[in-house]
């Protein structure tokens, strides 16, 4: 990753590094599945946006190529229980398969799909043109920053766990290649200091469904502990 100088910050930077510097190290394993639940809804809007960015030039071969890895594509395939060897699929669609690999409480997944709905019909009111440009911002190293800082939390083991672990370890290396990574694919959507009102929904949408990511949150139940 390129160090970068503070005249180079922008906007998307900062939330950026708002979610990076999460509470990540700390994370139990239920808070893990939280991560993954919210990332799912993440990963509806994802694709949403690619299909925007793609509508809005249908003769980019770049853009072309980025929907085909990311919407129809067996480069997550096989994964036991998700995928079939060779199955295509969107990367959606894995996560979701992902999820249904643990069973939760009714009210616990009920608590995650209404954070999740919200947040989808927040990204709803994002001017469309930004939602498109997005994709510049999170394939050209925003979400590699992301997944790398999800990734410092303490691996538990278990199937939706090891899965949602495959996935950011998988997207870091589809996204970071100079040549074919998908940054390459989306950087000539150009970036735009509006996308970080998407980067901002999803940092809430995180601290809605983990609290724990909070660290005023874990410091207060320390306290509360004490
Ligand atoms: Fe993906
Ligand atoms: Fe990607």
Redesign the pocket.
């Known amino acids: 990753m390129l160090a970068r100088d503070s005249s180079q910050i922008s906007r998307n930077d900062i939330v950026i590094d708002e979610i990076c510097s999460l509470n990540w190290r700390n994370l139990s394993a239920d808070d893990m599945t939280a991560v993954a639940w919210a990332y799912y809804y993440f990963s509806i809007q ?1 694709r949403e946006n690619l299909r925007i960015a793609c509508a809005s030039r249908p003769d980019d071969p770049a853009l072309k190529l ?1 929907l085909a ?2 919407c129809d594509t067996s480069n997550l395939s096989p994964y036991p229980g998700i995928a079939e060897a060779g199955e295509k699929m969107n ?1 959606d669609e894995f996560m979701r398969r992902a999820l249904k690999l643990k069973q939760l409480p009714a009210e616990t997944r009920w608590r995650f799909s209404r954070a999740g709905s919200n947040y989808l019909s927040a990204v709803k009111n994002v001017p469309t043109h930004i939602r498109g440009q997005s994709m510049a911002s ?2 050209d190293g925003g ?1 590699e920053r992301v997944f790398e800082a999800m990734l410092t939390a303490p691996h538990h083991d278990d199937p939706l766990l090891n899965a949602f672990r495959f996935f950011l370890a998988e ?1 870091i290396r ?2 970071s290649d100079p040549v074919a ?3 390459n ?2 950087r000539h959507l150009g970036d735009d200091d509006k996308i970080s009102e998407l980067w901002r929904l999803f940092l809430q949408l995180l601290i809605e469904a983990t609290p724990s990511l909070s660290h005023q949150a874990r410091e207060e139940r320390i306290h509360a502990a004490s």
């Open positions: 994802f980025l890895e990311e990367h999170y394939e979400l997207h589809f996204d990574g998908h940054g694919l989306s």
